[in-house]
């Protein structure tokens, strides 16, 4: 079993759709970043918790510590949303940022 | 935030030769780090590239085939040696610094080896 499990592994959706991703982990974690990688292969970071809740523009990641699960919920989802989803943990304890990665989701969305 | 960029995006090789990506960081950091994601794939932490001293390599990846540079706080450089078909992934060059864990990813190199 990956230490990072993330479902669904593919998502289509229609414009405007509500998206949820989930991120279950199964390591003690100091920090879990959500990531988004386009079609070139490119990175960017979107978000990085270690508890609680976050928002910046459309898109929102919770995470729940006891669970070991996180969310990253897209409203009002838009096309160029379309991209991979990619969850990583960094796991407590341990001196040099390491990450372990999940296997992304894909995500589309249809106009 | 730190600004990453890496040179070449894309390159198609041929078997037994070597490529040299360059990873150039807009600002000092502490940590850079150099990963592969094959098809279809996670990433994978092949190293962390240490300013002044030697790479710090994961289990599975050894300094012959991936010698990795780090002359100076801003700027890396990873070989891929001798290669065959398997080594087409992307290359990703990441940076972290600082008390927090935020890390930083460059817009990667997609390597193609025929």
């Known amino acids: 079993k990956n230490e990072v499990e993330q479902s669904p592994q593919n998502l289509t959706a229609q414009e405007g759709e509500f998206i949820t991703i989930n991120c279950s982990y199964s390591?003690?974690?100091?920090?879990l970043h959500w990531l988004q990688q386009h079609p070139g292969g490119g990175i960017v970071s979107l978000f990085m918790?270690?508890?609680g809740k976050k928002k910046h523009g459309r898109l929102i990641a919770t995470i729940n510590i006891q669970e070991k699960h996180s969310s990253l919920h897209i409203t009002a989802s838009h096309p160029r949303d379309s991209a991979v989803y990619i969850c990583?943990?960094?796991?407590?304890?341990?001196?040099?940022?390491?990450?372990?990665f999940g296997k992304g989701t894909l995500l589309t969305v249809n106009p | 935030s730190a600004v990453i960029s890496q040179k070449p995006s894309r390159d198609i090789c041929q078997r037994g030769t070597s490529l040299t990506i360059q990873c150039q960081v807009d600002?000092?950091?502490?940590?850079m780090f150099w990963y592969r994601q094959q098809p279809g794939q996670s990433l994978t932490l092949i190293a962390t590239?240490?300013?002044?001293?030697?790479?710090?390599?994961e289990s599975g990846f050894v300094i012959d085939k991936f010698p990795i540079s780090r002359p100076n706080l801003t700027f890396s450089t990873l070989t891929v040696s001798n290669m065959s078909p398997e080594d087409s992934s992307i290359y990703l060059c990441?940076?972290?610094?600082?008390?927090?864990?935020?890390?930083?990813f460059g817009p990667g190199t997609r390597l193609t080896v025929t």
């Open positions: 990441s940076v972290s610094g600082g008390l927090s864990y935020e890390q930083y």
């Open positions: 390591v003690g974690i100091s920090a």
């Open positions: 918790l270690s508890s």
């Open positions: 990583a943990v960094k796991n407590s304890g341990g001196s040099n940022y390491k990450l372990t």
């Open positions: 600002s000092q950091v502490t940590m």
């Open positions: 590239a240490n300013q002044g001293s030697e790479a710090t390599y």
